[in-house]
């Protein structure tokens, strides 16, 4: 009733507000102006949330109005949201291109996010209106300075000091680039210059500081942020210069009482979120829980407090609380994309990949510019085990953050996994330059340099890492596989044992003693050790494959073929198990007795997607086509996204040429199960070449030969594609090797045809 109440009303309501709306019209002029005058009113009161909503109200009235930008931005950076203040300043600045210091802050502003061209711009736009004016100087020769033009930049510079010659702070503008030309001594002659002019101040000693802590010198830079805290000690800056030295140098707590001076001014949230980090850093949970919570009330701040409550709750196990925080976070803010990450690294922590992908995806789709949602992106299909979709991913983050180490070790690993062993290396290296202390980059260097042979480069990397990480089981498994490559057997199985006291069952370390054990005759201590393993972590595909391969080893079938069936039963979207037990069913010519028992076991579990795709993989082998079908369509029934099963139907729809739509559909979605699989590829590929669509058809086809060179079938695929698409050069040089690799595969006659047309008509 209440409802046929409001739906009667509602008519008249909006006659009666649209009546009122045109009796009481306002300029917009003035309407934008008041709209400005009441912004400007919550913003001396500190209201910035109610300033915020005039000053767009003003822009929604003129969009303009630079003014209104120019004071938006400053709100934002009182809400301490970074992201909208910049683009808000960046637009108040090409609308107000007289405005020549807000034009020397925005360009400082670039320069702090790495867009030294755009800073070099803004300058230049100043310069161009007044040639003299130092802080633009400033900023072109700072600019300049990080496009590594030094010379510019210390024309630059010298003009900032010629323009401001008793300027102190100019000086240290100029020992700044100075010193990233080289020139230390000429950098310490214009620091000191700048500290004899003004001993007094506390910006050159906060940039002598800095220039300190660069070169390494840090009691030096301590003393320095310490002189000038005992001049200035309720200074924002100085207080927030010692906090982030103390955090710097691993003496986090000696940076709360800088912390503490700084949290007291409730106009500067960002310092009690800096204590808030302190606090957890020090494993002082409750202290933390207390100040988020706080946070958490102010509406300014409830989103970012909260997202960080959330993290608390699941670091001190409190997996329910967590959820709950989270929830509500995303009630209120469903489309932020900082809520739209924390939701995915939950996800992640909950082991829900697949569900933690589309968490991430939204979180990018929101903040394009949201680096950390790629890396959580990347790191998801990683677990995924989509490992081309996870490159694409951290090259993403890559792009947005290009110095960041964890960022290059995730894609050395990935393009050393596909083979990429070149690329892994200038990854590995990137991020050992950028964090020549971080362990995880040292590792991606001697990984990578074991992976290309260099194993000089090897010996000298991991030699001082294990003397400074002596408990590191990773460190000692790479010495293990080092010492594997020099046919030091014994050593080897000693860094591998090594590796297990520190790291009891660590699988890596199982496989390479395994390995040795094989390799030196001794086959009792293998299987001992191999059914220990099963027996602790017999639900793990890894190492339920690591058991295949040492019981195929040890000749024992009985076992190679339980292995592989619990691997088909523990995750049967991983292709390997399947064609290591089809394989093993043809050597042993038990196709039938086979059907029978997984026939069996899908009548037990008519949900096992493992059971009914054997079922059609053995049809299939025994040339019972239809039936093979159907067992696939059964599988596809349980699960729609069964890959090995989508492919292998598509794969005999276009055998059949039945209904290429309905395969390539299949195929598709094989793909994107089994993203690195080059027989999915090579399934999609066919498939497009047979209905004439031969770029793409190309485009699969390479990424097939790409994983599996020396499959001879499909190069020969290829080579037709490129035949169709008119490139006959390649369309040679690949059936040629087609050839090469195998004389007598089944189309050897037909690849043999096409270049024979192509000798006589010269192409």
């Known amino acids: 009733m209440t409802i046929s109440i409001l739906r009667t009303l509602a008519p008249a309501f909006l006659l009666i507000a649209a009546v009122t709306a045109a009796g009481c019209s306002q300029d917009p002029e003035e309407a934008k102006q ?70 020397v802050r925005t360009g400082t502003f670039l320069l702090t996010l790495g867009q030294y061209e755009d800073a070099r711009a803004r300058a230049d736009q100043v310069l161009a209106r007044e040639p003299g004016r130092a802080e633009a100087h400033v900023l072109r020769g700072n600019a300049l300075a ?101 955090t710097s140098v691993g003496r986090a707590p000696e940076a709360e009482p800088y912390l503490k001076r700084l949290a007291a001014d409730d ?17 002082r949970t409750a ?93 998801a299909y990683r677990s995924l085990r989509n490992l081309s979709e996870a ?33 892994a290396k200038q990854f590995a290296e990137r991020a050992a330059r950028n964090a020549p202390d971080a362990l995880a980059a040292r590792k991606a260097v001697v990984r990578a340099a074991l992976a290309s042979g260099e194993l000089a480069r090897a010996d000298a990397e991991l030699a001082p890492l294990l003397t400074k990480n002596p408990a590191d089981a990773d460190l000692h498994v790479l010495d293990g596989a080092r010492r594997m490559l020099r046919k030091d057997l014994s050593g080897a199985e000693r860094a591998f ?63 190679l073929e339980q292995s592989l069936r619990r691997a088909v039963q523990a995750d049967p979207s991983r292709s390997e198990p399947y064609a290591l037990l089809g394989q093993l069913y043809v050597a042993q010519n038990k196709l039938e007795q086979a059907l029978t028992e997984f026939r069996t076991l899908a009548e037990r579990q008519p949900q096992s997607v493992g059971a009914h795709t054997m079922i059609g993989m053995i049809l299939q082998m025994q040339n019972r086509q239809s039936e093979a079908k159907d067992a696939y369509r059964k599988t596809l029934s349980v699960d729609r996204r069964a890959a090995v099963a989508a492919n292998n139907l598509a794969w005999m729809m276009l055998e059949g040429n039945e209904n290429l739509d309905e395969a390539l559909q299949l195929a598709q979605t094989a793909q994107a199960e089994l993203p690195e699989s080059a027989d999915v590829a090579d399934t999609l590929g066919s498939i497009y070449y047979k209905k004439g669509m031969f770029p793409q058809a190309i485009a699969a086809l390479e990424n097939a030969v790409r994983r599996q060179p020396a499959n001879a079938g499909f190069q020969y695929h290829l080579g037709l594609a490129y035949a169709k698409n008119r490139d006959y050069k390649l369309t040679r040089q690949t059936l040629e090797t087609a050839l090469k690799l195998d004389p007598k595969l089944p189309e050897a006659s037909e690849a043999r045809d096409v270049l024979s047309q192509l000798a006589r008509i010269g192409s």
């Not at 094989?518 to 190492?543: K, Q």
């Open 287 to 379: 202290e933390a829980g207390r100040l988020l919570a706080q946070l958490a009330g102010q509406k300014e701040t409830y989103l970012d407090a909260t997202l960080l409550q959330v993290r608390l709750a699941y670091g001190t196990g409190d997996a329910a609380r967590a959820h709950t925080l989270l929830n509500e976070a995303l009630e209120r803010s469903a489309s932020d994309p900082r809520a739209l990450l924390t939701k995915a690294q939950i996800l992640m922590l909950d082991k829900k990949p697949a569900e933690a992908v589309e968490a991430a995806k939204a979180a990018v789709a929101a903040n394009p510019a949201l680096a950390e949602g790629y890396v959580v992106l990347g790191d």
């Open 146 to 246: 990080r496009l590594r033009d030094f010379e510019g930049a210390l024309a630059d510079m010298e003009q900032a000091v010629a323009a401001e010659p008793g300027s102190s702070l100019m000086l240290t503008n100029l020992g700044v680039v100075q010193h990233l030309r080289g020139e230390k001594v000429k950098a310490e002659e214009a620091f000191a210059e700048a500290l004899k002019l003004d001993p007094e101040s506390v910006m050159v000693r906060l940039s002598y500081a800095n220039y300190l802590m660069v070169t390494r010198r840090l009691a030096e830079a301590e003393q320095q942020l310490k002189d000038a805290a005992q001049r200035e000690p309720a200074n924002a800056l100085v207080n927030r210069a010692l906090a982030a030295y103390y």
């Open 34 to 103: 008041e709209a400005f005058t009441r912004g400007n009113g919550f913003f001396e009161k500190a209201q910035y949330s109610e300033a915020s909503i005039e000053y767009r109200r003003a822009i929604q009235l003129d969009a303009r109005f630079g003014a209104a930008r120019k004071q938006l931005a400053e709100t934002y950076l009182r809400l301490n949201d970074a992201p909208n203040a910049f683009r808000e300043m960046v637009r108040a600045a090409d609308l107000l291109p007289e405005d020549l210091d807000l034009q």
């Open 391 to 423: 490159t694409t991913a951290f090259n993403e983050a890559a792009r947005l953050r290009p110095n960041d180490p964890r960022v290059q070790v995730a894609l050395s690993q990935l393009h050393l996994a596909t083979g990429g062993v070149e690329l």
């Open 267 to 283: 106009k500067d949230p960002s310092a009690k979120f800096a204590l808030a980090y302190l606090y957890l850093a020090t494993e």
């Open 497 to 559: 044992q090594k590796a297990l006291e520190h790291a009891p069952g660590l699988h890596a370390a199982q496989a390479g003693l395994i390995t040795l054990e094989l390799a030196t005759g001794r086959t009792a201590a293998a299987l001992l050790r191999i059914d220990g393993i099963v027996e602790r972590d017999g639900a793990n595909v890894d190492t339920l494959l690591l058991a295949a391969r040492t019981y195929g080893s040890l000749n024992d079938q009985a076992k």
